[in-house]
């Protein structure tokens, strides 16, 4: 082999060396650059005859030729590979199944209070909603529950600072509802006429210190309330055997109302169900306390206990949608876990 060829040979070992374009323009010089090697081999032309001077320089051309192709081929393949590279690093696997942006829903127990609302709505009932945070007043006192009694430690308390509470059941709703439909309607009440009757459910969070399989520290309750000149025992019997039938759309649903106490109510009564068909049929469960609620507590609404009569009942949602739903673990509401959570979408 001759010079020229071992030279153009070396040029294209070096070029297939170069892994980038820097790399690339390096061996460049080597061969073509003012110092390169075929360069040299030019200025070393000077000293021969015209003559060999044609011959030789002809084939240093074609040997510049052959290098600079073999280069222009190099930068070629390195803008190349580096495409791919890229085309590879940005790669979209168009076959992977498409993010999904899952369809979230309602919880449970907000399908349950929902439910509660629209039934009691349909009956004449308005909402209402309070401060989780509540003062002694309005959990405890205004509801004929004064500091020393015994009732007080039925409820676990949450204290907070600055004399507050995390409220231990719905019942200051009770009050506190009272109160602003009295406001309302106080030119009626002074003037001796008749206030619209009170109609109301309050559902919301309540917080005791419990924690088991049934009994959370944070749980639900709705409160009920209706008050008039003409309200008995009755009516509640009537409304709330209707809501348990419609809520578990169960028409042979037994309701038992037992005896029991409330300090802010008088009578109290503690309501069970009874489904007659399904896993559950024939047990008493209980679903609610109720009772007629006690003139103190009339009297704390701001109204006369001679005139005003009404029932209360306090349920717990958490309970109902537990039974509905045939859930055996209250915690399953409040641990978050999406695969028990999207069975009830
Ligand atoms: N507040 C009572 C409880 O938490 C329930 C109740 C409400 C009872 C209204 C009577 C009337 O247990």
């Known amino acids: ?26 061996a460049k010089a080597q061969f073509l650059g003012k110092s390169g090697r075929l360069t040299e081999l030019m200025k070393g032309m000077g000293a021969l005859s015209v003559e060999d001077k044609k011959t030789r320089g002809a084939s240093i051309n074609l040997a510049k030729q052959a290098i600079e192709s073999a280069l222009a081929g190099r930068r070629q393949e390195l803008v190349e590979t580096e495409l791919q590279l890229q085309l590879k690093s940005e790669a979209l696997d168009v076959s992977l199944p498409g993010r999904q942006r899952g369809l979230g829903g309602l919880h449970p127990v907000s399908l349950t209070l929902e439910r509660i609302e629209g039934i009691f709505g349909s009956m004449g009932f308005d909402v209402a909603e309070g401060p989780e945070i509540e003062t002694d007043w309005f959990n405890f006192t205004a509801l004929n529950t004064p500091e020393d009694h015994p009732a007080r430690s039925m409820h676990d308390t949450f204290y907070v600072e600055g ?17 602003q439909h009295v406001k309302k309607h106080r030119a009626i009440i002074d003037a001796g006429g008749t206030m619209p009757e009170i109609r109301v459910i309050a559902p919301g969070r309540t917080y005791r210190v419990d924690s088991d399989a049934t009994h959370s520290p944070m749980f639900h309750q709705c409160e009920g309330l209706w008050v008039g000149e003409n309200v008995s025992f009755k009516d509640l019997k009537v409304v709330f055997t209707d809501f348990c039938r419609t809520f578990f759309e169960s028409d042979d649903l037994v309701l038992r109302f037992r005896p029991s106490f409330f300090p802010f109510t008088e009578p109290s009564a503690e309501i069970d169900i009874q489904f007659q068909r399904g896993p559950l049929s024939g047990r008493w469960l209980e679903v609610a306390g109720s009772g007629q609620v006690h003139p103190n507590v009339i009297r704390n609404m701001g109204l006369d206990p001679e005139k005003y009569i009404g029932f209360a009942f306090g349920m717990g949602p958490d309970r109902l949608t537990m039974l509905r739903y045939d859930v055996n673990d209250l915690r399953l509401f409040f641990d978050g876990d999406i695969r028990f959570l999207s069975q009830f979408q």
């Open 1 to 26: 082999m001759n010079e020229l060829d071992s030279l153009i040979d070396g040029a294209r070992i070096a070029f297939a060396q170069a892994q980038t374009p820097s790399d690339l323009e390096n």
């Open 163 to 179: 004399g507050y509470l995390l409220r231990t059941h719905t019942s200051p709703m009770q009050i506190r509802h009272a109160v």
